[in-house]
């Protein structure tokens, strides 16, 4: 069975984990769990009464999910401004304290850049120091 993180075990193998008696350590090597699932699934059922997977946790949206126009506006309007003097305006006009890596997570799930220039090619290869002077001899 391929678990991935994230995601509940089938219901099929949670109903045999739960029907199954025995120490938790002797079931959850029986079926390839851990332990604590078994443990966990156990006193869901007895609390609960439930038999199937709880709902996902921790799904909260981003704080600027519903303020991309704004920024997009923002960022068009003032291209050169820096992602500290973004957040204090998120935070002076919209009321929402987020931090600068916030603030840039959002930008790039926006496809926003706060570049101060545009993107050019580079010169080429330019020497950057100066020759070494000749061992002395003419």
């Not at 002797?26 to 079926?31: D, I, L, Q």
């Not at 704004?70 to 050169?80: F, H, N, S, T, Y």
Request: aromatic fraction near 6%; hydrophobic fraction near 35%; include cysteine.
């Amino acid at each position: 069975m391929a678990w991935r993180q994230g995601q509940p075990y089938s219901q099929d193998l949670r109903d045999r984990v739960l029907s199954t008696a025995g120490s938790s350590a002797s079931v959850a090597e029986r079926f390839g769990v851990s332990p604590s699932y078994v443990i966990k699934a156990r006193q869901r059922r007895d609390r609960d009464g439930d038999l199937c997977a709880g709902p996902q946790r921790s799904q909260t949206p981003a704080k600027l999910a519903g303020h991309d126009a704004e920024l997009r506006k923002r960022v068009a309007d003032v291209p050169d401004a820096t992602l500290a003097e973004l957040t204090g305006w998120v935070y002076a006009e919209l009321g929402i304290s987020v931090s600068i890596t916030a603030m840039w997570t959002r930008l790039r799930r926006l496809g926003l850049t706060l570049k101060k220039r545009r993107l050019s090619l580079p010169s080429g290869r330019v020497r950057t120091s100066r020759r070494r002077a000749g061992g002395g001899r003419n």
